[in-house]
Every structure is written in structure tokens, then in C-alpha cells.
């Protein structure tokens, strides 16, 4: 009789018994892309200087953007235009913004 009322209670949800019950949430620029914007992106008139906020204190960590054209790696990989946040998949997954 103890064995059969322990089955009527339902099993926890996979992964919520030693924590939270939220579900994985992946990467959720996936589907959103095309409207992504971004307020101020460097170097779209031009090559433009740019530096680390964090860094300022240690030693100056400046680089230049240039997002005249779109991201290449080997044309232009100096751009930080908006869709480079977008993870592509291969070859360049973890292209930085």
C-alpha cells in the first residue's frame, strides 16, 4: 500500500529537484535578427577610434572599427556593425561585436 501511494505523486520536472525549473534558454537572438538595431555603432562614416572603458585604468586598450562595409575576415575585419552580434554559425560562431 506505501509503495503504490508514492507512485501517484508526479516525478519533478528534469533538473528542478536540485534547483530552479527554467528551462534552458539558448540563444535568444535566434529568430530575431532582422530586428536588431543598435543607437550608435562605430565607424560608419569612417575609420574611428574606439576604447575599453574597463581597461582605462591599467593601460590604454584603444582599437579602431571601421563599419563602412559589413564584417569579413579578411576584408574588413574591422567592423562592428549591429548583425555581428548575431552569432553566425561556421566558420566564424564567435565573432565578436
Same mark, same amino acid.
Given at each position: 500500500?506505501? %509503495? %503504490? !501511494?508514492?507512485?501517484?505523486? @508526479? ?7 536540485? %534547483?530552479?525549473?527554467? /528551462? *534552458?534558454?539558448?540563444?535568444?537572438? *535566434? ?6 538595431? !543598435?543607437?550608435?555603432?562605430? %565607424?560608419? #562614416?569612417? /575609420?574611428? @577610434?574606439?576604447?575599453? *572603458? ?26 562592428? #556593425? *549591429?548583425?555581428? !552580434?548575431? @552569432?553566425?554559425?561556421? @566558420? ?6
Amino acid at each position: 500500500v506505501l %509503495g %503504490g !501511494a508514492l507512485c501517484q505523486y @508526479p516525478e519533478p520536472p528534469h533538473g528542478c529537484s536540485l %534547483g530552479s525549473c527554467y /528551462p *534552458v534558454t539558448g540563444d535568444l537572438l *535566434v529568430g530575431r535578427a532582422e530586428r536588431l538595431e !543598435a543607437s550608435s555603432t562605430c %565607424g560608419l #562614416r569612417g /575609420p574611428q @577610434p574606439y576604447c575599453i *572603458v574597463s581597461h582605462l585604468q591599467e593601460e590604454k586598450k584603444c582599437f579602431v572599427c571601421d563599419s563602412r562595409r559589413p564584417y569579413s575576415a579578411l576584408a574588413n575585419p574591422l567592423s562592428h #556593425r *549591429v548583425e555581428n !552580434a548575431v @552569432p553566425a554559425f561556421a @566558420p566564424h560562431r564567435r565573432k565578436a561585436w
